[in-house]
């Protein structure tokens, strides 16, 4: 079964009220471009990350709001900010890193949801059963090409709010000389 790979930079999703810290009380998130999941945009708005060895500017935010803050980097960024930040699914904050995030009109320091996410697979009820997998279970996924490579452990993510596609970041696109619209077969253990 084929599954198609979506390719996330470094990013975050913001609560309602960091983000009126953020940019302004009652701050609108201004969508400039939908992404692969219904109802998902990437927004105009920007902040830099800041912890004690570096800092990296620009990180996109991605919205809607969500219940709370949760910011998303990649494995190399851990190096280059300085701070730990454990492999987990998104929503798997607790005891995760911490971060300073600055925006336009101030800056917070979040104690936890500092994350580099884990590989995994959007997926419909429909899908599931089509796949013969569950949410939470554990595939392996080929992708062909010049620099074939196969992902292992990646988590399976079930809800009829989804869309099929898999999601990597882009350290692990890059490695495997992956761009969007690369295609992907799982491997059922």
Do not use: C
């Not at 990180?59 to 960024?77: C, H, M, N, W």
């Not at 796949?131 to 992708?143: E, L, R």
């Not at 988590?155 to 989804?162: E, G, L």
């Amino acid at each position: 079964m084929r599954v198609p790979i979506w390719i996330s930079q470094r990013h975050l999703h913001l609560s309602q009220e960091d983000a009126n810290t953020l940019f302004g009380s009652n701050y609108e998130l201004t969508p400039i471009k939908d992404l692969s999941q219904p109802g998902q945009y990437a927004a105009e708005e920007t902040v830099t990350l800041k912890w004690p060895k570096g800092e990296i500017e620009r990180v996109r935010i991605l919205g809607p709001y969500r219940k709370f803050t949760q910011v998303e980097i990649l494995a190399s960024d851990v190096f280059k900010l300085g701070t730990p930040a454990p492999l987990r699914e998104s929503g798997d904050i607790q005891g995760s890193g911490s971060i300073e995030i600055i925006g336009p009109k101030a800056s917070i320091i979040i104690p936890q949801g500092l994350i580099v996410a884990q590989r995994h697979i959007h997926m419909t009820v429909a899908d599931a059963e089509n796949f013969g997998v569950k949410n939470g279970d554990i595939v392996k996924v080929s992708v062909n090409g010049e620099r074939a490579v196969v992902f292992e452990n990646v988590v399976i993510r079930v809800s009829d709010k989804f869309a099929l596609d898999m999601h990597i970041d882009v350290d692990e696109g890059n490695a495997a000389g992956l761009a969007q619209g690369a295609w992907g077969e799982v491997i059922i253990r």
